[in-house]
Protein backbone atom coordinates (compact mmCIF):
# COMPACT_ATOMS: atom_id res chain seq x y z
CA UNK A 1 0.00 0.00 0.00
CA UNK A 2 0.96 3.04 -0.88
CA UNK A 3 4.73 4.19 -0.49
CA UNK A 4 5.96 7.51 1.19
CA UNK A 5 8.07 8.18 4.35
CA UNK A 6 7.45 5.58 6.43
CA UNK A 7 10.01 4.28 9.17
CA UNK A 8 12.17 2.65 6.58
CA UNK A 9 11.74 5.11 4.10
CA UNK A 10 14.33 7.72 2.89
CA UNK A 11 15.66 9.81 5.78
CA UNK A 12 15.24 7.25 8.82
CA UNK A 13 17.04 4.27 10.25
CA UNK A 14 16.25 2.01 7.27
CA UNK A 15 16.59 4.28 4.28
CA UNK A 16 19.60 5.98 2.89
CA UNK A 17 21.79 8.50 4.23
CA UNK A 18 21.39 12.38 3.59
CA UNK A 19 23.78 13.72 1.12
CA UNK A 20 27.13 15.64 3.27
CA UNK A 21 25.62 19.01 3.84
CA UNK A 22 22.09 18.64 4.08
CA UNK A 23 20.18 19.71 6.85
CA UNK A 24 16.82 19.74 7.72
CA UNK A 25 15.23 22.89 7.02
CA UNK A 26 13.55 23.05 10.53
CA UNK A 27 17.32 22.91 12.31
CA UNK A 28 18.88 26.10 12.90
CA UNK A 29 22.76 25.91 11.99
CA UNK A 30 25.08 26.66 15.32
CA UNK A 31 26.45 29.48 14.22
CA UNK A 32 23.12 30.97 12.81
CA UNK A 33 21.47 30.35 16.73
CA UNK A 34 24.73 31.89 18.24
CA UNK A 35 24.04 35.05 15.95
CA UNK A 36 20.77 35.21 17.07
CA UNK A 37 21.59 34.84 20.58
CA UNK A 38 23.79 37.46 20.21
CA UNK A 39 21.35 39.76 18.55
CA UNK A 40 19.06 39.02 21.27
CA UNK A 41 21.12 39.96 23.76
CA UNK A 42 21.99 43.10 22.03
CA UNK A 43 18.44 44.01 21.71
CA UNK A 44 17.74 44.27 24.99
CA UNK A 45 20.66 46.82 25.97
CA UNK A 46 18.68 48.96 24.07
CA UNK A 47 14.70 50.45 24.50
CA UNK A 48 11.90 50.85 21.98
CA UNK A 49 13.46 53.97 20.76
CA UNK A 50 16.86 52.13 20.03
CA UNK A 51 18.57 54.11 22.68
CA UNK A 52 20.92 52.44 25.68
CA UNK A 53 19.18 51.12 29.09
CA UNK A 54 20.51 52.12 32.02
CA UNK A 55 22.65 49.43 34.03
CA UNK A 56 20.06 49.17 36.71
CA UNK A 57 17.92 46.80 37.64
CA UNK A 58 14.54 46.82 39.61
CA UNK A 59 13.75 44.14 42.03
CA UNK A 60 10.17 44.11 42.88
CA UNK A 61 9.74 40.61 43.74
CA UNK A 62 8.07 41.52 47.28
CA UNK A 63 5.48 43.46 45.86
CA UNK A 64 2.23 42.27 45.19
CA UNK A 65 -0.22 44.84 44.80
CA UNK A 66 -1.34 45.09 41.49
CA UNK A 67 -1.33 48.90 40.84
CA UNK A 68 2.24 48.94 42.47
CA UNK A 69 4.01 46.43 40.26
CA UNK A 70 1.82 48.02 37.07
CA UNK A 71 2.60 51.87 38.38
CA UNK A 72 6.97 50.05 38.91
CA UNK A 73 6.42 48.89 35.11
CA UNK A 74 5.40 52.47 33.68
CA UNK A 75 8.08 54.06 35.86
CA UNK A 76 11.32 51.81 35.12
CA UNK A 77 10.46 51.67 31.16
CA UNK A 78 9.81 55.31 30.91
CA UNK A 79 13.32 55.77 32.26
CA UNK A 80 14.66 52.88 30.28
CA UNK A 81 16.36 50.36 33.33
CA UNK A 82 17.72 47.03 32.11
CA UNK A 83 15.17 45.10 33.45
CA UNK A 84 12.09 44.48 35.91
CA UNK A 85 11.81 41.29 38.41
CA UNK A 86 8.58 40.46 39.81
CA UNK A 87 7.37 37.83 42.17
CA UNK A 88 4.01 37.15 39.71
CA UNK A 89 4.88 37.62 35.98
CA UNK A 90 1.09 36.77 35.46
CA UNK A 91 0.20 40.20 36.33
CA UNK A 92 0.63 41.56 33.36
CA UNK A 93 -2.12 40.14 31.49
CA UNK A 94 -4.99 41.52 33.73
CA UNK A 95 -6.55 44.59 32.04
CA UNK A 96 -6.13 46.57 35.73
CA UNK A 97 -2.58 45.94 34.91
CA UNK A 98 -2.50 47.46 31.50
CA UNK A 99 -4.79 50.51 32.50
CA UNK A 100 -1.93 51.70 35.04
CA UNK A 101 0.77 50.52 33.07
CA UNK A 102 -0.19 51.88 29.48
CA UNK A 103 1.51 48.89 27.20
CA UNK A 104 5.23 49.71 28.73
CA UNK A 105 5.16 46.35 29.73
CA UNK A 106 5.39 45.45 26.07
CA UNK A 107 8.72 47.41 25.68
CA UNK A 108 10.32 46.63 29.17
CA UNK A 109 12.32 43.17 29.83
CA UNK A 110 10.67 41.92 32.82
CA UNK A 111 11.20 38.48 34.66
CA UNK A 112 9.60 36.85 37.49
CA UNK A 113 11.34 35.87 40.44
CA UNK A 114 9.90 34.69 43.68
CA UNK A 115 10.24 35.73 46.91
CA UNK A 116 11.77 32.64 47.91
CA UNK A 117 14.17 32.89 44.94
CA UNK A 118 15.44 36.04 45.54
CA UNK A 119 18.08 35.67 47.35
CA UNK A 120 19.89 33.44 44.74
CA UNK A 121 19.29 35.86 41.47
CA UNK A 122 20.43 38.98 44.01
CA UNK A 123 23.92 36.91 44.26
CA UNK A 124 23.68 35.86 40.71
CA UNK A 125 23.51 39.58 40.02
CA UNK A 126 26.40 40.46 42.45
CA UNK A 127 28.42 37.95 40.26
CA UNK A 128 27.73 40.06 37.21
CA UNK A 129 28.92 42.77 39.00
CA UNK A 130 25.91 44.92 39.90
CA UNK A 131 26.08 46.38 43.92
CA UNK A 132 22.76 45.47 45.38
CA UNK A 133 21.07 48.12 47.19
CA UNK A 134 17.91 48.62 49.02
CA UNK A 135 15.38 51.33 49.54
CA UNK A 136 14.94 50.71 53.33
CA UNK A 137 15.14 52.68 56.75
CA UNK A 138 18.03 50.78 58.72
CA UNK A 139 20.42 51.97 61.64
CA UNK A 140 22.86 52.29 58.65
CA UNK A 141 20.88 53.36 55.73
CA UNK A 142 22.31 56.65 53.77
CA UNK A 143 20.08 59.65 52.64
CA UNK A 144 19.93 59.36 49.19
CA UNK A 145 21.90 62.45 48.33
CA UNK A 146 25.01 61.67 49.95
CA UNK A 147 25.06 58.04 49.35
CA UNK A 148 27.77 56.85 46.55
CA UNK A 149 25.82 55.35 43.76
CA UNK A 150 27.76 54.44 40.92
CA UNK A 151 28.29 51.50 38.74
CA UNK A 152 26.17 48.80 37.84
CA UNK A 153 23.12 48.48 40.46
CA UNK A 154 19.96 46.18 41.37
CA UNK A 155 17.69 48.15 43.62
CA UNK A 156 15.83 46.23 46.03
CA UNK A 157 12.32 46.75 47.08
CA UNK A 158 10.39 45.90 50.81
CA UNK A 159 6.89 44.38 50.92
CA UNK A 160 4.28 46.93 50.92
CA UNK A 161 3.98 47.90 55.15
CA UNK A 162 6.80 45.45 56.27
CA UNK A 163 9.57 46.45 53.83
CA UNK A 164 12.62 44.66 53.42
CA UNK A 165 12.72 41.29 55.68
CA UNK A 166 15.94 40.81 57.20
CA UNK A 167 17.62 37.52 55.12
CA UNK A 168 17.25 39.87 52.36
CA UNK A 169 18.92 43.18 54.43
CA UNK A 170 22.23 41.08 55.13
CA UNK A 171 22.28 40.51 51.33
CA UNK A 172 22.61 43.85 50.35
CA UNK A 173 25.46 46.54 49.69
CA UNK A 174 24.04 49.33 50.48
CA UNK A 175 20.50 50.61 52.22
CA UNK A 176 19.22 54.40 51.29
CA UNK A 177 16.64 56.49 52.36
CA UNK A 178 14.52 59.26 51.11
CA UNK A 179 14.85 62.12 53.27
CA UNK A 180 11.14 63.08 54.96
CA UNK A 181 10.19 66.68 56.02
CA UNK A 182 6.47 65.73 56.88
CA UNK A 183 5.16 63.71 59.69
CA UNK A 184 3.81 60.05 57.49
CA UNK A 185 6.42 58.04 58.46
CA UNK A 186 7.37 56.35 54.93
CA UNK A 187 6.58 57.06 51.26
CA UNK A 188 4.62 54.50 49.07
CA UNK A 189 6.74 51.85 47.66
CA UNK A 190 5.89 52.63 43.95
CA UNK A 191 6.94 56.48 44.68
CA UNK A 192 10.00 55.66 46.41
CA UNK A 193 11.09 53.57 43.88
CA UNK A 194 9.85 56.41 40.75
CA UNK A 195 12.34 59.08 43.29
CA UNK A 196 15.38 56.30 43.26
CA UNK A 197 15.34 55.44 39.85
CA UNK A 198 15.03 59.20 38.51
CA UNK A 199 17.96 59.92 40.95
CA UNK A 200 19.58 56.89 38.99
CA UNK A 201 19.04 58.26 35.48
CA UNK A 202 20.29 61.79 36.71
CA UNK A 203 23.46 60.90 37.92
CA UNK A 204 23.73 58.70 34.53
CA UNK A 205 22.86 61.90 32.29
CA UNK A 206 25.30 64.35 34.68
CA UNK A 207 22.62 66.19 36.26
CA UNK A 208 23.09 68.64 38.77
CA UNK A 209 25.49 67.06 41.39
CA UNK A 210 25.59 64.05 39.67
CA UNK A 211 29.60 64.18 39.33
CA UNK A 212 29.97 61.74 36.36
CA UNK A 213 27.81 59.01 38.58
CA UNK A 214 25.63 56.24 37.41
CA UNK A 215 23.68 54.89 40.66
CA UNK A 216 20.23 55.36 42.27
CA UNK A 217 18.20 54.68 45.32
CA UNK A 218 15.66 56.05 47.84
CA UNK A 219 13.85 55.58 51.19
CA UNK A 220 11.32 52.70 52.73
CA UNK A 221 8.15 51.98 51.70
Known amino acids: AGGGAGPGGPGHGGGPALPPGRLQTKITPFDALELAVGEHRASRQ ?9 PLYVCASLVDKLPNVAGLCRTCEVMSVAGLAVGNIKLVNEVAFNAIAVNAQDWLPMEEVRPEDMVGWLRAKRREGYRLVGLEQTGDSVSIEAADLSGPTVV ?66
Open 46 to 54: LNGLGRARL
Open 156 to 221: VLGREKEGVPVPVLQELDLCVEIPQLGVTRSLNVHVSASVAVWEYARRCMGGPGAAGEQGPVAARA
